[in-house]
């Protein structure tokens, strides 16, 4: 890290001993100890991960795992980072640099049941003392956020989301400087969710792994961070025939501070304020003239199919992550502001495209406007718009700022 960020882990605090250790109790007691023979019910999310994203994917898979189960993003990231050290012979989940002329691939039918068979295995070891309980950055001032995603008429949900209050529990022994930064996004897959996946699983890492991080411009680092990202993806969608794309709208908020939202796609970041909502972002979509023009310069045309625009009759995007096969038509750059903050700002809502196209600016105003009056639970307000929304999934976080 640049700026002098390193510095040396500082233990759980007692609280967080005594939560982490009934979470995990909690845990072994609907998963019972295995041993090396036994079999572990789980299915991958995809058939191969390389070696360069072992890591990252083996995090994900952890994190997802427990927070099914119960666990705050603090306790699953501190847990998932130390399980990875821990075992990252067996697991090949050492830090690799990414090289995309190196694709060295590992079967993940099989590695995916293995992070789990360890986890089981270090979270027993936890609790009889025999590893250490993992080590974080204690963090304080926590922003208060509410998640909820529903798949409702879809078959399938292909929507993920990014939630990280402090993203100290990136890599957490590599310093501390991130405390007090947060990082927020929505990836709204389509044509599958490989690419919503691979985007919600390394974006963040990707964001703190800016040699400039610490001292750059915050939206150099938003830059920097989709155009990592998109290289990586980029190689696992030529590598594993992946066809899909997703969209992405991603808040980085430094020190409480200053904002960045960058978008690629039509998802959207919407703030509020005392005086209503304004949308920040525009849509990337084949109804905007600036997108069409962009889409014909780059050798494409874009059509009517059955009364939707599409480029080239296929996509009603006209920029995303993935979707490898429509490039240079469609554009994986992202459109990038930011601000500070003045205190004026309530909150901020990000969301895929089914809640913008379901309520106005001022009925998502009214809504949380009433539902601040009434309610003290601040968790439950996003599930509030995304039952209002009737669409066919929706994806839909907000944090206080």
Known sequence: MAGGCKVEPKELQSSDNEILITLVKNYLGFSPNTDNEATIRFRSPYLQTTK???????????????HQRGFPPWAAYAIAYSLVDVYANELNTAEVPFDENDYSTIDASVWCREVIHYLNMYLNNVVNDSVPLPKIQPISDQLLYSYCAQKNRRSKMEDRAVLLPSLSVIEPAKGDC???????????????????????????RCLIEDTQYAVGQIEDIMRNA??????????RCKNEHIK??????????????????????DSAVAVLRK???????????????????????????????QGELRVNGILNLTRSLGDIDGRPMISSEPDVLSFELDNSEYLLLLSCDGVWDSLSEQAVYSHVAQFVCKN???????????????????VSPSFGL
């Open 52 to 66: 360069h994203d072992a890591r990252g994917d083996a995090v994900a898979l952890i994190v997802e795992h427990l």
């Open 178 to 204: 991130r405390v007090r930064d947060s990082f927020f996004a929505v990836f709204d897959g389509h044509n599958g969710v490989d690419c919503a996946n691979y985007a919600s699983s390394h974006f963040a």
């Open 226 to 235: 989709f155009t990592a990202l998109d290289k990586r993806l980029t190689a």
């Open 244 to 265: 899909g794309g997703t969209t992405a709208v991603c808040a980085f908020l430094r020190a409480r501070r200053h904002l960045c939202i960058g978008w690629c796609g």
């Open 275 to 305: 005086d209503g909502v304004r949308t920040l972002s525009s849509a990337h979509s084949p109804n905007v003239p600036e997108e069409v023009r962009r889409v014909e310069e780059a050798g494409g045309m874009v059509v009517p199919i």
């Open 376 to 394: 003290s639970q601040e968790s439950k307000l996003a599930y509030l718009l995304s039952y209002l929304a009737v669409v066919d999934s929706v």
